[in-house]
């Protein structure tokens, strides 16, 4: 028992090191502010939906297009991160910040729909993509990515 708890202590030291060693997006977090920030693009909910069926479809290609469609409305991120290879992937809504023009299309009443690839949350932001990464979703998706506050209250995360 105690040396396969130690050979999984290793072997967890081992991927940390391998994770730790790719080259992370170069980004400046922002100043802290009370609800968690993010760094995404704004995207409108029916891109969204569309893309993620899209991409669950192509990760279970054996499933019925139901079960894909089904499947998207319960775990939407899973195939465009499992696609990018980023985990630390999620969706969100945020502020608009002042004076950002953003599309009519990316907005949900007063707050804008954010498509997030990492937070400022130490153990998120620790996780970040690559820049090759990021240049690939940039591509996909049209636009740059950006710092975004959360609507959500800090307390929520906490």
């Excluded at 991409?55 to 465009?80: C, M, T």
Aim: hydrophobic share 35%; glycine share 6%; proline share 6%.
């Amino acid at each position: 028992m105690k040396l396969c708890v130690t050979y999984m202590y290793i072997w967890v030291l081992f991927l940390d090191i391998k994770w730790s060693k790719r080259q992370r997006i170069n980004v400046t977090l922002p100043p802290p502010k009370r609800n968690c920030q993010v760094y995404g693009y704004c995207v409108s909910k029916k891109w969204f939906c569309d893309t993620a069926l899209s991409f669950l479809v192509k990760v279970h290609r054996d499933r019925p297009a139901q079960e894909a469609r089904s499947n998207a409305q319960v775990d939407s991120i899973y195939g465009i991160a499992r696609h990018f290879g980023i985990y630390s992937m999620g969706v969100g809504e945020a502020t608009l910040p002042p004076g950002q023009i953003v599309p009519v299309e990316c907005m949900d009443g007063k707050l804008v729909n954010v498509l997030y690839i990492f937070s400022d949350r130490p153990d998120n932001y620790r996780q970040r993509p690559t820049q090759k990464q990021v240049d690939e979703l940039t591509k996909f998706v049209g636009r740059e990515p950006q710092w975004w506050v959360d609507s959500s209250t800090g307390s929520f995360f906490e």
